[in-house]
């Protein structure tokens, strides 16, 4: 899109929109000019940018979004997205983070200065599932709004709990035989263990929508992830401070630095950190007495039942 088409989508948005779009077209233009600064922190510069303008988005079609109407959410989203990434660092390098022992995932070029390291780090990782959550919940009103499925798919509980099984075999098996071959379980295994948990404990799931034949959230996660991985992409490949990749599997056919094969991870990886991110919520919340919704952020939306009156003595 080119500028003058992104400032004719700027119009009507609240500032943070318009301020969005200004830091992710200086930061290119900074980057493309030899800013090693911005190079170096253009990753985490260029998702605040983005999160920025599609929030605005939602709030321009919805009356509400994370960062005008429910900034504590954002900010409890933000702290699970860095927990989250964290725990698949692991995965990465899951014999105490040494570098020769990436199996994946390499970083090149960060900053020398441990201390900013991390917070670069942490930055970088609290964008991660705010930006699927937005993209979600932005194509949830607009491309997936008036989507109607009358195919509800009920699964038994014997059979939530086969998923809680294979998801936790399948989440601890990359952990103890460390193969690069493995990296699929950990973009899925998370859905198959918690989700179903999600849906036992009446908190918001995948499963849970399914079963009325709603798949509006599903569609809009998958979506979003997809849109996201490819934006992650992009500008990773031209930033200074980035990562790249090694698998075993067709590793040479690219997209930006991504093997093509990889990209087919981003779509579960959107529903996985949901799912996540439900899991850790509720045990904030409780684990029922909360109203469905089909909102992405669906905590940022639920009312707690209203209990029965007490009966007369």
């Not at 079609?61 to 699970?80: F, M, W, Y």
């Not at 992830?225 to 056919?253: D, H, Q």
């Amino acid at each position: 899109m080119t500028t003058a088409g992104i400032t004719r989508q700027a119009r009507g948005l609240k500032a943070h929109g318009s301020a969005g779009i200004a830091i992710v077209i200086l930061a290119e233009a900074l980057l493309f000019s030899g800013n090693q600064v911005v190079g170096r922190w253009f990753t985490p510069i260029v998702w605040t940018g983005y999160l920025l303008f599609v929030d605005a988005l939602v709030f321009k079609l919805k009356g509400r979004s994370l960062l005008t109407t429910d900034r504590a959410e954002l900010l409890i989203i933000a702290v699970i997205s860095i927990g989250s990434w964290w725990l698949f660092e692991m995965y990465n390098a899951p014999r105490f983070w040494r570098s020769d022992l990436e199996l994946w995932w390499h970083y090149h070029n960060l900053e020398p200065n441990p201390f900013l390291r991390r917070v670069g780090y942490d930055w970088a990782f609290a964008t991660i599932s705010p930006a699927m959550f937005e993209t979600a919940e932005l194509l949830g009103a607009t491309l997936f709004a008036k989507h109607v499925s009358k195919l509800p798919i009920r699964l038994s509980r014997s059979l939530l709990y086969l998923m809680i099984a294979v998801g936790a075999l399948a989440a601890v098996l990359p952990l103890i035989v460390i193969n690069d071959w493995l990296v699929p379980l950990v973009w899925l295994s998370f859905i198959f263990l918690l989700d179903p948990i999600n849906a036992l404990r009446s908190q918001p799931s995948i499963i849970g929508d399914i079963s009325r034949g709603d798949y509006r959230r599903l569609l809009s996660l998958l979506a979003g992830g997809a849109v996201c991985g490819v934006l992650w992409e992009f500008w990773n490949y031209w930033a200074i401070s980035k990562w790249t990749y090694t698998v075993p599997y067709f590793g040479g056919i690219k997209l930006f630095e991504m093997p093509m094969l990889g990209f087919l991870g981003f779509p579960p990886f959107a529903v996985e950190c949901w799912v996540i991110y439900v899991f850790v919520r509720g045990w904030g919340l409780g684990a029922g007495g909360w109203l469905e919704t089909d909102s992405i952020c669906a905590y940022r939306v639920l009312i707690p039942n209203p209990q029965p009156p007490a009966p007369n003595p």
